[in-house]
């Protein structure tokens, strides 16, 4: 991405005003669902809070409309042959700006301090993981060697060295991530540990400034230079208040994006010429309390699974697929589908060998059938459908009968947060593209564990999987996610797809599933 917006940030930052550099100030506004907590890059975490960061600063690359890797403040990139050595020219005329009285030269010293940061231990940032291919960065993480010691060299104030232990088809994606965003340093320790999380304590390199910052008014950010006609100069995240909803907002011409499930609402706003995109990345699952008597036993969920997976494709649904696995079909890993690479990873089990492996689990905890098992399923027609034909499969396969307690979405979440539950019916929407944003919260004594599951194996690979990178990592992810399904702890049976729409006037925008997270640096509103 050329970003000209940096060739009048240093003369026309003082003039900007609500018309941006002289011209019709245009409006994108956003609601989310969170209030926006930290701006600080390697950090932040938030569908809203990501938004922000997109804004903010400019990493060396961006994600396209097409989810690729572009340039964006590298102006030349040169890669090895071997594959382990990355040499990046930086835009000579990029700047971190407050759009007022601050302005300085962003230079590859803050890239190097920026992924120091990523994974020292001590910043705790979500994104380490994503740079262990660089050399030293697993011995930095695991507190064996001083963040210094990290692969990654200023050349000079415009060239930038990365060295990595290893070929990674993905790394000009993650360097397109948070976590490879530019800090600098002098900034970072004047903030006195308040980086990030106050107006005066972020600045950034990206196509827009921070310009204002309150709990109930959300963020309001502008155009760090001159835009084009149609251009997006003032971009403001609101935190959700509760007045409207998205849908309204959308028909009432007074928010510019928003994710909708509802169905009817989805006919709606197709029909009134909304811009449509659909994202797979949720999983509607049956969650197993390991801790109860029958669930302790992997064969009778393991049954109980399979079960319910065969009835579940019978039920045909708009916004609904047909599982193949946990981890939805909108995550990528290496920058490649990883549906695709890890292909069904749901248990074979036959119809007719349903009822022996149901049977057998019965014997294992010393019972001829379940008693006072309850089922919790969320208000709505169509999990109550789904369900229906899960409940018939049970009683017609396994003669497996139990209660069901219909509740909202908020109570069944509560339930399963304290262990108050058998089994729930419970619709995952994943926030992160990550198999780990699963995958993690089944492992032993993670506290978002609401199975109380545990297995060892299971552990194993997905601790090897976070320590390790290409086909390695993936190998590892794909075995772990194939480990959980066969021990049965939850049940995947429906992907979701979020639709997300947009104004019909807007085009440009780049939105990435998981949030989701918006980018309209490029959308032009047309007139």
């Not at 049976?493 to 979020?498: A, G, I, R, V």
Request: proline residues 4%; negative net charge.
């Amino acid at each position: 991405m050329k970003r000209r917006f940096k060739l009048c940030a240093l003369c026309c930052v003082l003039l900007l005003s609500l018309a941006g550099c002289g011209k019709e100030e245009v409006n994108f506004l956003y609601y989310t669902e969170t209030a926006i907590k930290t701006l600080d890059p390697q950090l932040a975490s938030t569908s809203a809070e990501l938004s922000a960061v997109k804004h903010l600063f400019s990493g060396l690359y961006r994600v396209d409309a097409e989810g690729q890797a572009v340039p964006d403040a590298a102006t030349d990139t040169k890669i090895s042959s071997d594959g382990l050595t990355y040499t990046f020219t930086l835009d000579s005329t990029d700047v971190f700006t407050d759009g007022k009285d601050r302005s300085f030269a962003v230079t590859a010293q803050d890239y190097v301090f920026g992924l120091q940061r990523t994974v020292s231990p001590t910043t705790g940032s979500p994104y380490a993981r994503n740079f262990l291919a660089i050399r030293g960065a697993r011995e930095i993480l695991n507190g064996q060697a001083d963040p210094k010691t990290l692969g990654v060299r200023a050349i000079s104030a415009t060239q930038l060295e990365i060295r990595l232990i290893e070929p990674d088809d993905g790394f000009l994606l993650k360097l397109a991530s948070n976590g490879a965003m530019p800090c600098n340093k002098d900034f970072f320790e004047d903030a006195a540990g308040t980086y990030g999380l106050t107006l005066k304590s972020i600045i950034g390199n990206g196509p827009f400034y921070l310009s204002g910052w309150g709990d109930t008014n959300g963020l309001t950010l502008r155009r760090s230079g001159e835009a084009e006609s149609g251009e997006v100069t003032r971009l403001r995240i609101i935190p959700e208040n509760g007045d409207k909803t998205g849908f309204e907002r959308l028909m009432d011409g007074m928010q510019d994006a928003a994710v909708i499930t509802s169905p009817s609402e989805i006919d709606q706003l197709a029909k009134k010429g909304f811009v449509q995109q659909n994202f797979e990345n949720g999983t509607c699952a049956l969650f197993f309390n390991c801790a109860d008597r029958y669930l302790s036993s992997a064969s009778i969920r393991r049954a109980l699974s399979a079960s319910a997976s065969a009835s579940a494709a019978l039920v045909q649904q708009t916004a609904l697929v047909d599982a193949t696995g946990l981890i939805p079909g909108s995550i990528t890993l290496e920058g490649e589908g990883f549906r695709e690479a890890a292909g069904n990873a749901l248990p074979d089990i036959a119809a007719a060998q349903r009822y022996a492996t149901y049977q057998l689990g019965l014997a294992e905890v010393n019972a001829s059938k379940l008693s006072g098992v309850t089922v919790l399923v969320p208000e709505g027609s169509n999990y109550e459908e789904l369900f229906r034909a899960v409940n018939q499969g049970w009683q017609k396969e396994l003669g497996a009968f139990f209660s069901i307690e219909t509740l909202s979405l908020e109570e069944i979440e509560k339930r399963m947060a304290t262990g108050k539950y058998d089994i729930a019916l419970y619709p995952y929407t994943v926030t992160e593209n990550d198999p780990a944003a699963l995958l993690q919260q089944f492992m032993t004594g993670n506290a978002a564990n609401v199975t109380g599951f545990t297995d060892a194996e299971f552990d194993a690979l997905l601790s090897q999987a976070f320590l390790a990178t290409g086909n390695t990592q993936s190998r590892a992810y794909i075995a772990a996610e194939k480990e959980l399904l066969w021990q049965a702890p939850v049940a995947p049976l429906k992907f979701q797809t979020s639709s997300f729409f947009t104004s019909a006037k807007l085009s440009g925008l780049v939105a990435d599933p998981f949030g989701p997270v918006l980018d309209v640096s490029s959308a032009i509103f047309k007139s």
